[in-house]
């Protein structure tokens, strides 16, 4: 996959087994909480990352345009739903593709690696090639989510 429990299936420098977690805060916003665990970081050390933050869909007639506030990041920034999966039994979908107005970055996030992998890859590679995805600074790269991963406690 590229980057998402939703797992990221696409990270940044030496992450792997990375999750994003939503969910529905009183004030209507959507909290967020990216966890990844690091091999080697720009600075050489090793670990866990995690960033929390929220989103809000700034016009509701365009639900899939969102601004999202990360904590130690000034500002927001756009962050859009660029295409969604199939709709699974638990009347969720099975995958999301993020990016924002620019198309300057790119989250696949899936809600079952292995699933992912068998049922969509193959669609999902496509899809982001005819999104644009395909520059230098813009491909796509996998990221590890296997067996061995250890993922954050889900709170």
Not at 1 to 14: A, E
Not at 60 to 70: D, F, H, I
Not at 117 to 129: F, G, I, P, R, S
Request: net charge negative; hydrophobic share 35%; with cysteine.
């Amino acid at each position: 996959m590229y980057t998402n429990k939703l797992t990221d299936q696409i990270t940044f420098k030496g992450g792997q087994c990375a999750t994003a977690d939503y969910g529905l805060l009183e004030n209507g916003n959507i909290s967020v909480r990216n966890y990844e665990t690091i091999g080697d970081k720009y600075d050489g050390s090793t670990g866990t990352d995690v960033i929390t933050g929220y989103a809000y869909v700034v016009d509701p007639a365009e639900p899939g345009k969102l601004r999202v506030s990360l904590e130690g990041v000034p500002g927001e920034a756009p962050y859009w739903v660029a295409a969604l999966g199939p709709v699974n039994t638990a009347n969720l979908y099975d995958y999301a593709l993020v990016s924002d107005n620019t198309g300057s970055f790119l989250f696949v996030l899936a809600r079952n690696s292995d699933e992912f992998n068998t049922k969509y890859d193959a669609e999902v590679q496509t899809l982001m090639k005819d999104l644009g995805f395909t520059g230098a600074f813009t491909a796509p790269f996998p990221i590890h989510q296997g067996a061995d991963c250890l993922y954050e406690p889900t709170k």
